[in-house]
């Protein structure tokens, strides 16, 4: 794959090597005397791919530094991460990252970026982008589709090729294949694991491998997924042989079908485990992968989307086995904190005055879910009012099969008018429904608990990984490549927890209310004073992009909120969205259509109004391809739209 050395600073690529050794050749990006130095490959334009594609990457990381791997689609203003690293290492690496089929067109770009010692390095020695699933493999290809041995010294899988007198039917007599043999092993009871890439989309389909055996009774060949957990699932085992003559039949190629679902990251493992001295010998070959199942009868994966709901239209699949929890709809105001989707939408309200008795347990029972899998159930969570019911909120499993139910959550965190986040891992044999409980012993030891935003997807509950780009910034792992402006009065700080000024400013983020955020201090400003947080350049595009953010506007001295679309060309400001005044205590989410066909960066402005109370924030900025469907007016009058006591709406 050709590619080209770019960057939108030239300044960042002036110590961006091309070095060539004597038997091979690779690039480098070096720190020499300058921390921080970045570099980009960008490959030849790829036409839109029907099929799926796999980049093979071989790379290396010196003392720091980091690479990303992203796909930059015609017409996007921003580049999709697929995968990034920040792990050195002592020798060459090897990543294997799969390509969606599109119909867009679209260029791999390589970023690199170094650290700060001198001796930070990234290096590239080779990448290939072929087709089909990165899990697919012939074994013809010195790098063996990134397959390799699980770690055991006294057993291993090795190369093969040419055809055994016991394999006449051999799909491919002078190719290679993978084989493990009990001749090579140490110890017996040894188990001998073949290990693919870790996935890197989510797939489902049909897999497909052929295998031969010699001696079957002396071993059992298996084959599992493993989750990054590493947490293995059998899906098949060869059977064993009955007599002598089916032994026999084992001694040609066999293909093998299995339906796989794979939402989440996954590594193939096939697994010889011998068990005596004579255990034979297993070739394995071939295993490529259709998206369509095996048997027309297989179940789709299960659609987690059934059990969302934010509750703006109605409880979704939720229902409630006693009448205890309302949806309460809240203007903005400077008092009572509203809901979290929106900051001026609805969400679940539970408090003795709703329910028909003094005392009371509420259920909220969501949709029914399949066993066999693991689920990871998100929400949100507010506490309010002066109750000290414990636990205010639990969650449970009900299982179907029994109606028992078990605990898997109770709520300890007594941090009230704020949101929230939690999350949990669910796995169980049978089918099961959530049922989220609040319990009050009396009308005067009850806290009224608030839930919205509950979500469920598959696999274990983990951390996105890698590090977030522009086009997404929650301020968890920095600035996410937003700079302040030098020509301002004032900085952006980032912040975790209430702002230092009383009565201004959120008391947490919006993200997961633990988080951090950005505002401005008004009390290090002067009465009219701005900061300007710029984002990394942008490329044009003609198409429409979507702007969407939550801001804090808390304060009765809060002065202006401003977007601002600054062109590369000449440097001017256009207006998108502006809000003046005191808002309310929420966070409240912001919508902003635009369309530039050159480059250009996004610009928050803020400014101190009339007094401290003033402290603006932002956090969870987020980038969308498309017009936002509810776009907000992009000028609104000054202060609260309506009573600052907050109107309720049950």
Known sequence: MAVQVTGPDRRS???????????SGYVALEAEGSAGVRGVLLSAEVEAPEEWHCIRLVYQISSSGSLQVALRSEGESFDRPLWTSQQPSHSWSRVNIDIHNSTQTYRVVLEGLTGGEAASAVSIADIQVTSGYCIECDFE???????????????????????????????????????????????FQEVA??????????????????????????????????????????????????????????????????????????????????????GGRVLLDDVSFSPEFCDAGTEPMFDTSVANCDFEIGFCQYRQTVRGWKRVLMQPNIYQTGDHTTGTGAFLLTAPRFADQSSYVSQLVGPVLPGGLKFCLRFFSSLRGFGSAAPPLAVYLQHMHSGALQEVWRQSDNTRDVWT??????????????VFVSTCKSFWNCSSVGLDDISMSLGDCASPSGSPGP????????????????????????????????????????????????????????????????????????????????????????????????????????????????????????????????????????????????????????????????????????????????????
């Open 13 to 23: 690529l002036a110590y961006l090597s091309v070095l060539r050794g004597r038997e």
């Open 141 to 187: 290809k010195n790098h063996l589709c990134g397959y390799k041995n699980q770690w055991n010294s006294k057993v291993k899988w090795f190369v093969g090729g040419g055809s055994l007198e016991t394999t006449p039917t051999q799909p491919n007599t002078t190719g290679r294949y993978m084989y493990v043999d009990s001749a090579y092993t140490q110890t």
């Open 193 to 278: 694991q073949l290990v693919s890439p870790l996935t890197t989309e989510p797939l489902s389909g049909c897999l497909s491998f052929s295998y031969q055996q010699q001696q079957a009774e002396g071993h059992w060949l298996s084959f599992h997924t493993r989750d990054q957990a590493g947490q293995y699932q059998e899906l098949w085992r060869a059977p064993e042989p009955a007599d002598q003559q089916q032994q026999q039949l084992t001694q040609v190629w066999i293909p093998v079908q299995v339906d796989m679902k794979a939402p989440n990251p996954v590594q193939l493992v096939f697994e010889v485990a011998y068990n005596g001295p004579a």
């Open 421 to 434: 986040a939690h999350e949990i891992t669910l796995h169980t044999q049978h089918s099961t429904q959530v």
């Open 471 to 650: 086009f997404l910034c929650d301020f968890e792992a920095g600035m996410c490549g937003y700079s302040q402006d030098q020509k301002d009065s004032a900085d952006w700080l980032r912040n975790r927890g209430p702002t230092p000024t009383a009565f201004t400013g959120p008391t947490r983020d919006h993200t997961s209310g633990r988080g951090h955020y950005l505002h401005i201090e008004a009390s290090l400003m002067l009465t009219g004073q701005q900061a300007r947080l710029v984002s990394g350049m942008l490329r044009g595009s003609r198409g429409r992009h979507c702007l969407r953010f939550f801001y804090s506007m808390f304060g009765s001295g809060t002065g202006d909120l401003s977007v601002l679309l600054r062109k590369a060309l000449d440097g001017r400001d256009v207006l998108l969205w502006k809000r003046s005044g005191e808002q309310g205590i929420s966070w409240l989410r912001a919508t902003v259509n635009y369309q530039c066909d050159e480059q250009h960066q996004i610009v928050f402005e803020a400014s101190r109004g009339s007094s401290l109370r003033s402290d603006t924030a932002i956090d969870d900025i987020m980038f969308e391809r498309g017009l936002c469907p509810d776009a907000d007016d992009q000028f609104k009058p000054s202060g609260l739209p309506g009573d600052e006591n907050g109107n309720i709406t049950y």
